[in-house]
């Protein structure tokens, strides 16, 4: 059936284009008979994904060298980029944050994001449907397009990785430490329906369930009677639940159980990180993670995001909203962009500090990326926004092409691949399926994506 597909959608493609439909001026490859493991097989122990939920103009930030309809976040004198880390091949945002931050707790300072961009290769032209000629551009589907693989996805990417990854065989299913959805946002990637409703992962909605309750409180057994009752109210509530809310209520009574199993792991010190708790030196202090990370949108989630690796967990999926600008986006935008550059500064003075168990350092085992569900469009060449000073999704050049940027050990980092335009944000060469990017980060875990996605892991981003 999968070489079946394939020459389908070769017919579709050579039709399309005989016909004048699609005249893409770039280059795509489609989804091989099967996809398979790559060379970079098991090259990370852990992923991270960071998702910034509403759809992120992310050229702004990491392919920005663009007229001001494509990247209106410029600086005092109107350009649209800034100096970065020499032999940076892709251009940054002058939206970034370019100072240092003083870290007390570490006796340092924090580098900025242009300090550190020689680490982090970027991918300009990830498009959900390379070959068609305009991409998704429904919140719906696109987010379950970048969290799932598929436009009606019903597993999660994360599921995925607790039912095929190896740390789950046998006995490792009930004592291996799951993977981690972070803010509401990111319970997409830990959903599962019908008979893999056991991979669910375990989600939280950030520190403060751990600051004083949440969590923490499970570390107090319940009286049998007391556990019974909390039970039957569960089922209860489930039973009255309307279908479409269902695996979303699944995902939380999951988590519940799950909680109680790790509940001594959970009530840990180390994941107050709102507070300072008793941390060894080696796996850095709360304070620590607080003065690098910052007290942010993003800061919090991603701290705890480290904790979660400490503990064992493979994948971790970090959300935080606000990028959907259709109004506003030029106050709206900046703080967050700011913040987010800043988790990728923090990622890479934090990583190589901590010692792994495996040895070397987390850095060396993780691979980070940064993605959402399409970037923005319909907006004035003069203004770069629309009528609201905001900007829309309508699967046109400027929203399809995300720039989706990898970090950590594997990714030798400073390269662009898939170029755009400047004028009109049409891919100038190659162009990579979002899917792709889901089989990449499976297969760098060591799980093969072949079991549940269609399209090949893309190898551009390890540099080669």
Known sequence: ?????????????????????????????????????????????????????????SPSLFNADKIRQWNPHVDGQGNPTQPSAPGTEWDLGAVADAAPLRMNSWDDNLPPLPAVTGDITV????????????????????????????????????????????????????????????????????????????????????????????????????PSWAEGFAARQDERYTARVSPADLQRVGLYL???????????????PMLNILRDGNVAAELGTNAQLRDAFGAGPWGPRVALAIRMFQLGSPAVAVAVGGYDTHSNEMLD??????????????????????????????????????????????????????????????????????AVPFMGGPIAGAKLYGATDRETMAAKDEVFASQGVLAMLSDAVGVDPGLFLDEPAITRAYGG
């Open 1 to 57: 059936m999968s070489e079946q597909n394939n020459s389908r959608r070769e017919f579709l493609k050579a039709a399309a284009i005989g016909a004048g439909a699609v005249a893409a001026p770039w280059i795509w490859v489609p989804r091989r008979a099967f996809a398979a493991t790559t060379d970079f097989h098991k090259s990370a122990k852990h992923i991270l994904v960071l998702y910034a939920d509403g759809g992120m103009r």
């Open 333 to 402: 935008f900046p703080p967050l962009a700011r913040d987010l550059g800043r988790q990728l500064a923090a990622l890479r003075y934090v990583l190589p500090r901590l010692q792994h168990p495996d040895g070397g350092t987390y850095w060396d085992h993780t691979l980070v990326t940064v993605v959402s569900e399409f970037a923005r469009d319909n907006t004035e060449r003069s203004t770069g926004y629309n009528s609201a000073q905001g900007s829309d999704h309508r699967g046109l050049n400027g929203s399809r092409f995300q």
């Open 123 to 222: 991918l300009g032209t990830v498009d959900h449907e390379p070959h068609k000629e305009q991409s998704d551009a429904n919140h719906q589907s696109a987010k379950l397009r970048m969290t799932t693989g598929y436009p009606d996805g019903t597993t999660g990417f994360l599921a995925q990785i607790s039912k095929h990854h190896g740390l789950y065989a046998g006995e490792g299913r009930f004592t291996a430490f799951p993977p981690v959805s972070i803010g509401g946002g990111a319970r997409i990637f830990g959903l599962a329906g019908g008979d893999n409703f056991k991979f669910r992962s375990l989600f939280f909605n950030g520190p403060e369930d751990f600051d004083r309750g949440g969590p923490r409180s499970f570390h107090i057994p319940a």
């Open 254 to 268: 999951d988590s519940k159980k799950n909680m109680g199993r790790f509940r001594d792991i959970l009530a840990a």
